[in-house]
């Protein structure tokens, strides 16, 4: 895109980035109009994040310009870039969690060995940039104690304060309910207004259609297109991103529920620290029906999946499987999954995979006692290869090979190697836990199909997201789950409008 | 009246045996409170007194033993910095390697120069660090209780004593009033916060473990020229390790290390006071249970008396950037 008129805010030439054999920018040149939102998407491992983080000066660009207001910059470090004018909000917030929300703001900027003149100056100018942005934080509270969608005020504030005009936001939305993502859009626009730039990171295409002037599209380390954002449609992005047709809409038929196959009724649970997470929940599943948990994250959603897949004891309530209760002090994962109730967990890095074990080792995961892997106890190397060989197939995990460790898969590949051990053991009862999170789209599509799979087999499924477009698309019920409780049962047809205001606890 | 003096003498011993704890407890909390873990506590004030011993008794000044005695366990503070900061090696492992090298180098360095067995020369009394008499001590020794708290406990200690005190707000008011302070808690609690805001990761830690390695210096030294007239093998005595409990107990804060120490250093005071008395009822205790009380208290208090102790969260961790 050519920028007429003054010189761009930002304008990179030629980035270009490798990590080993990994080439994550390629020659990639971008020009920001200066008092614009330029959003950029694609799946993970585009280079988005890269890119950024060589503007940012996180990363050194192994070849390229970076060019701000026109003039050429060598931003070598982080300071280099916050003196260029340039603010970042990253997707995890980088706050010191036992620091007050204004220790926080001033923590490299200090102005002075002692501390007390930079607290008094920030302490001022915060009150002023909160109110000409409408972003009022508790200065004195410490990060630790204040909900995500402050936190993220605080980054933005962090960024201001140290007179950005450019502020890049990594996947700023992932973490915030919809009240909050509009929240945050009012600021952007703001800031906008006051002739400030904003580069906007996300996957989520409604959010560049909702907000965006411009959009760039990335695609393996590189920039596919850059377009006007009225011009396009997210059908048009989403091939982009993609580099062919997707169905962003997941075909689903009409199908009459069976039998209550998981009956849970009343249950709570408490967290490692003891903080009651999960209160008095009752649901129930039958076969053939997806039921969708929304909600922001961390009410409660991860310690239901945990209780559910035997993980972590319940303070109280029952669980029925078939309608058989569970008894709680003999409910563990080898049991649950002798029950037929497969577990696909929230995160595959940490309880998913075993990310230094090769491929066929994390297929028998949890099934390492099946006769046909280990008879008489010892592993059957070759019974093993050839069975995740053909989940291999059946699942499409690229690339196809059982020895290769499951860290060298990319996030979508290894999302399907832990769905092929568990859906393919024909269970009666699914229980999946964020099922697309850091998976690309087509990866995505994939998975969306084989859940719907699923349920038209007869499989009762429990479907946990974060994301309300995947519980909308799936779910046949979805459940709203807010401090612990589950607030309201919607049909997949609710407005998301709705489905917010439950999610942040505000309707019944 | 004798009572009365006994527990004076105690208390005076409790100052005098608290104060290698306070130093090195005061280290280990500049340096974990940046990230960077150090079990070599007890190796650096071990080279320290040898340094400190070694270079008074040839300098003839206890000034010149100080410098020698901080200078060397500086050396020691980096080089466990270039292992863990600039190479990113285990902390501790290396605080490990630091203690085994500690132990044999002053030892061995010390039979070769000196040819003593391992000890440094008797030092006489201008070369060591005497105790102070405070102004007016004399005066009031006779006034009962304030005037013998004054001139037995608080009078009658070396500079370093007082020095070590005064580290205690000092150390208080840079953790938490200064630019110094807030980024070395910074790159401790989430080092890429620090590092996005502008905040050299490694140079923070690196100056973190400079500090360490000064009050290390400054508790060997205390031990071999102040509470000593000299260096012997082994001097440390596990103190290193106790200051580390001590670090703990106090949930990485100053002031709260100081009654740590304090109490540790009046268990000590009071198991050697009673070595060789009788009590009523369970007649002599042996020395060695006296001793192992600091030990068996730690882990009873860690275990639960004063709930989870949460160490900087970034402590152990070398930095390194995504990906």
Redesign the interface.
């Known amino acids: 895109m050519s920028v007429s008129g003054p010189a761009a805010a930002i304008d990179l030439k030629g980035i270009d980035k490798r990590?080993g054999a990994v080439h994550a920018n390629k020659a990639v040149s971008l020009a920001i109009a200066p008092g614009t939102i330029h959003g950029i998407v694609g799946e993970n491992g585009a280079g988005k994040s890269t890119l950024m983080s060589i503007l940012?000066g996180?990363?050194q660009a192994d070849a390229g310009e970076i060019f701000i207001n026109g003039a050429p910059r060598k931003i070598v470090?982080?300071?280099d870039a916050?003196a260029a004018g340039i603010g970042?909000v990253?997707q995890h917030?980088?706050?010191?969690?036992?620091?007050t929300v204004l220790?926080?703001v001033?923590?490299?900027?200090?102005g002075?060995?002692?501390?007390?003149g930079?607290l008094t100056k920030a302490r001022t100018e915060l009150q002023r940039l909160g109110d000409a942005y409408n972003m009022s934080v508790p200065l004195d509270t410490p990060v630790s104690e204040l909900a995500v969608g402050v936190q993220q005020r605080v980054e933005i504030l962090?960024a201001l304060y140290r007179g950005a005009d450019v502020l890049i936001l990594d996947e700023p939305t992932g973490v915030l309910t919809p009240s909050e993502a509009d929240h945050l859009f009012r600021v952007l626009d703001q800031l906008r207004h006051q002739g400030k730039t904003v580069i906007f990171i996300t996957h989520k295409l409604r959010e560049i259609m909702a907000i965006t002037d411009n959009v760039s599209v990335m695609r393996r380390g590189e920039i596919v297109g850059t377009v006007a954002t009225k011009t396009t449609t997210p059908q048009a992005l989403a091939e982009l991103m993609v580099g062919r047709t997707v169905r962003l809409k997941v075909d689903k038929a009409a199908r009459a529920p069976g039998p209550v196959v998981l009956d849970v009724r009343e249950l709570s649970a408490t967290d490692n620290r003891g903080t009651t997470r999960l209160r008095d929940v009752s649901f129930t599943i039958r076969e053939g029906e997806i039921v969708g948990i929304a909600g922001v994250a961390g009410n409660g959603q991860s310690e239901l999946l945990e209780v559910l897949a035997g993980i972590r004891r319940r303070a109280s309530g029952e669980i029925l499987l078939h309608g058989q209760p569970l008894d709680p002090a003999h409910t563990d994962p080898a049991k649950l999954r002798e029950a037929r109730c497969a577990h696909v967990p929230e995160d595959r890095h940490r309880m998913g995979l075993v990310m230094s074990f090769s491929a066929c080792e994390n297929t028998i995961l949890g099934y390492q006692d099946d006769p046909r892997f280990t008879p008489h106890g010892l592993l059957n190397r070759t019974a093993i290869a050839a069975d995740t060989s053909g989940k291999m197939i059946a699942f499409d995990v690229r690339p196809g090979n059982p020895q290769l460790r499951a860290s060298l898969f990319s996030g979508g590949n290894q999302q399907k190697l832990v769905l092929a051990r568990e859906f393919e053991r024909d269970p009666t009862l699914l229980i999946v836990g964020q099922p697309t999170r850091g998976v690309d789209i087509g990866a995505i599509e994939f998975i969306h199909k084989r859940l719907i799979a699923m349920r038209d087999a007869g499989k009762a499924v429990l479907l946990v997201s974060v994301e309300l477009d995947e519980i909308r698309a799936l779910a046949d019920r979805v459940l709203v789950m807010f401090d612990g409780r589950i607030v309201g049962e919607r049909g997949p047809d609710a407005s998301e409008q709705d489905l917010g205001l439950l999610m942040a606890g505000i309707a019944s | 009246m004798e009572s009365l003096d006994t527990i004076a003498q105690v208390l005076a011993s409790t100052i005098r045996l608290t104060i290698p704890l306070l130093f090195a407890c005061l280290a280990g909390l500049y340096s974990e409170r940046s990230g960077v873990f150090d079990i070599g506590l007890e190796g650096k004030m071990l080279v320290a007194a040898f340094a400190a011993g070694a270079a008074a008794a040839v300098g003839h000044s206890p000034w010149l033993g100080l410098l020698a005695g901080v200078g060397t366990s500086v050396a020691f503070a980096l080089l466990h910095g270039f292992a863990v900061i600039t190479h990113r090696g285990d902390q501790i492992v290396s605080g490990v390697a630091v203690n085994i090298i500690a132990l044999g180098l002053s030892a061995q360095l010390g039979s070769t120069w000196f040819g003593l067995g391992g000890q440094t020369p008797q030092l006489q009394p201008e070369e060591r660090f005497l105790p102070l008499t405070l102004p007016g001590a004399d005066a009031v020794a006779g006034v009962p209780v304030l005037g013998q708290i004054y001139s037995q406990i608080l009078s009658g200690h070396s500079i370093l004593v007082y020095f070590a005190f005064a580290m205690v707000p000092l150390t208080w008011w840079v953790l938490f009033r200064t630019r110094f302070g807030l980024r070395l808690r910074a790159v401790g609690e989430n080092p890429a916060a620090a590092d996005t805001a502008g905040v050299s990761v490694n140079g923070m830690r690196y100056a973190a473990v400079v500090c360490c390695g000064v009050l290390c210096g400054f508790a060997g030294t205390y031990l071999s020229i102040a509470q000593s007239a000299g260096f012997s093998r082994s001097m440390t005595a596990g103190k290193g390790f106790i200051a580390l409990a001590a670090l703990v107990f106090a949930k990485w804060q100053p002031v709260p290390a100081m009654w740590a120490c304090l109490l540790f250093g009046f268990l000590d005071a009071v198991a050697i006071r009673l070595q060789g008395t009788a009590l009523p009822a369970v007649g002599i205790l042996p020395v060695q249970l006296m001793q192992a009380v600091p030990y068996i208290l730690t882990v009873a208090l860690l275990a639960g008396f004063i709930g989870r102790a949460t160490p900087p969260k970034a402590g152990g961790v070398p930095y390194v950037k995504e990906r």
């Open positions: 990590f940012y996180f990363y470090r982080p300071s916050i970042m990253h917030f980088m706050l010191v969690e036992p620091f220790e926080n001033v923590l490299g900027a200090e002075g060995a002692r501390l007390i930079g962090k």
